[in-house]
Antibody, heavy 120, light 107 residues
Framework: QVHLVESGGALVKPGGSLRLSCAAS????????MNWIRQAPGKGLEWLSY????????NYADSVKGRFTISRDNAKNSLYLQMSSLRAEDTAVYYC?????????????WGQGTLVTVSS | IVLTQSPGTLSLSPGERATLSCRAS???????LTWYQQKPGQAPRLLIY???SRATGIPDRFSGSGSGTDFTLTISRLEPEDFAVYYC?????????FGQGTQLEIK
């Protein structure tokens, strides 16, 4: 059974940094593209980034390019999102999301999310 | 690609038919269009992918149709558990975008 558990969400000041983690289980982690998607309070969904199974390919939304870095450790079945230069508009629930094998952004399993609040 | 969903809110009763629309600002490559359902406090759940295909475990009252720039999610007979927010999403090209959502509420 696929299980994704995010952690690392916190209250951080504008301009600060934060690292999110996602622990994956129940599938061959290295076979799947993994993504981060966020949802601001009461708002819709925004795709942020993906990373390929072998880490060869990464991609970012313009809103986070140059500020956020996605990475993974296949030996630990873990996905990460390093966030820097955080802004108030980055306040959201951040989801770790698996893509169906063979696709980069066809999302089948989602974690429950971790809340990041950017405020002074 | 900007995805625009309509209506913003749809008020219906259990047993009725629901028709949700998603319009793309340009043609969606490969008709790579999905629909997700999200209930309060929960992560989204995949319902339909590739415009037409139901995800594993999704009841057949859910169906998807469309092509190019116009897509539709139809729920043939609403069950109480179907009242939620529905998002369309295109995965045909980066940046991968979502519609703003349709709130399906009980009338």
């Amino acid at each position: 059974q696929v299980h994704l558990v995010e952690s690392g969400g916190a209250l951080v000041k504008p301009g600060g940094s934060l690292r999110l983690s996602c622990a994956a289980s129940g599938f061959t982690f290295s076979d799947s593209y993994m993504n981060w998607i966020r949802q601001a309070p009461g708002k819709g969904l925004e795709w942020l980034s993906y990373i390929s199974g072998t880490t060869t390919y990464t991609n970012y939304a313009d809103s986070v390019k140059g500020r956020f870095t996605i990475s993974r450790d296949n030996a630990k079945n873990s996905l990460y999102l390093q966030m820097s230069s955080l802004r108030a508009e980055d306040t959201a629930v951040y989801y770790c999301v698996r893509a169906i094998r063979g696709y980069s952004a066809l999302f089948d399993y989602w974690g429950q999310g971790t809340l990041v609040t950017v405020s002074s | 690609i900007v995805l625009t969903q309509s209506p913003g809110t749809l008020s219906l009763s259990p047993g009725e038919r629901a028709t949700l629309s998603c319009r793309a600002s340009q043609s969606v490559t490969g008709n790579y269009l999905t629909w997700y359902q999200q209930k309060p406090g929960q992560a989204p759940r995949l319902l339909i992918y590739g415009t037409f295909s139901r995800a594993t475990g999704i009841p057949d009252r859910f169906s998807g149709s469309g092509s190019g720039t116009d897509f539709t999610l139809t729920i043939s007979r609403l069950e109480p558990e179907d009242f939620a927010v529905y998002y369309c999403h295109q995965y045909g090209g980066s940046p991968y975008t979502f519609g703003q959502g349709t709130q399906l509420e009980i009338k």
